[in-house]
């Protein structure tokens, strides 16, 4: 199957500092990724849909100027969190499709202190 | 829009045993079904997927069914081995570049 990274696999920051998380699609090109969130024992739930080019579309309830989003390539797309706090702690986890079927990164576990 | 129940919250079965997990979903316009397993601090690995034109399909040990009429799709995990421990997600989409919608998951225990 196709491979989709996710980079760094893990950081920890101080509560007020931005973190960037970075998401390539390694064999393919991606017009449209997508962005998750995994609390603890719960399911993933989607963030946004980042698309090539253009902006990103935010689900209900989530924050678009905290999480911001830039597809700037086929094959890299960033999730940063702004002015992180504790609650924002959790597996974010982004995906790429490629020939209609989605490919999942191997995660991001954010710690904020 | 779409909402996808999974059932069972966890399972637990013996090693040689088969487990199933069922899930429903709400939008009718809805044509691509994948599991997904996840293992402790990984993201999801597609293990099968069905498309809405077909209502079964078989890969080794592992098999999916899908009832559009009643918008039902099922895991069938035949022969269990303790690798298979895992949470196991159901998701349901619409065209190709649509979300993916997950289900609560189901955590399978395999006991040797």
């Known amino acids: 199957g196709a491979v989709v990274s996710q980079h760094p696999s893990w950081v920890i920051c101080k509560s007020g500092t931005s973190v960037k998380i970075e998401c390539r699609s390694l064999?393919?090109?991606?017009?449209?990724m997508f962005w998750y969130r995994q609390f603890p024992k719960q399911s993933l739930m989607l963030m946004a849909t980042s698309n090539e080019g253009s902006k990103a579309t935010y689900e209900q309830g989530v924050e678009k100027d905290k999480f911001l989003i830039n597809h700037a390539s086929l094959t890299l797309s960033t999730l940063t969190v702004t002015s992180a706090h504790p609650e924002d702690s959790s597996f974010y986890i982004c995906s790429a499709v490629t020939q209609e079927t989605q490919y999942f990164g191997p995660g991001t576990r954010l710690l904020v202190l | 829009g779409e909402n996808v129940e999974q059932h069972p919250s966890t399972l637990s079965v013996q090693e040689g045993d088969s487990a199933v997990i069922k899930c429903t979903y709400s939008d009718s316009a809805s044509n691509y079904f994948p599991w997904y397993k996840q293992e402790l601090g990984k993201g999801p690995q597609l293990i099968i997927d069905?498309?809405?034109?077909?209502g079964e399909k078989k890969d080794q040990r592992i098999a999916v069914t899908l009832n559009k009429t009643a918008k039902h799709f099922s895991l069938h995990i035949t022969e269990t081995q303790p690798e298979d421990s895992a949470v196991y997600f159901c998701?349901?989409?619409?065209?190709?570049?649509?979300?993916?919608?997950f289900g609560p998951g189901t955590s399978l225990s395999v006991i040797p």
């Open positions: 069905i498309r809405s034109n077909v």
């Open positions: 064999d393919f090109q991606a017009t449209t």
């Open positions: 998701a349901a989409r619409g065209t190709s570049y649509d979300k993916v919608i």
